[in-house]
């Protein structure tokens, strides 16, 4: 049976941003990355990306996971507070 075909890679222009985010919410993206082997920005990226198309960017399995980094992380915030942060 041939080897499935890879699809070519897609030519990007990635730029530095100075992105300001919750402390605990940044550790827990980092251990995220740090899971998958993946640098910060393409975490952001393809999470974004999935979002964007209303699709989950995680796996039950790995939800759980997520979970567990939360707490030791002590990130208790979920999507409905966001708009009440204050610095």
Known sequence: ???AKRKPP???DRVQTGVRIERRVLKVLKAIAENYDMTLGHLIEEIVLHVLEGK????P?????IDLIKSFYDLEFDATMS???EE
């Open 56 to 59: 989950l960017p995680f796996t």
């Open 61 to 65: 399995a790995t939800l759980k996971k």
């Open 10 to 12: 897609i030519k990007i």
């Open 83 to 85: 708009q009440r942060f």
């Open 1 to 3: 049976m041939p080897a």
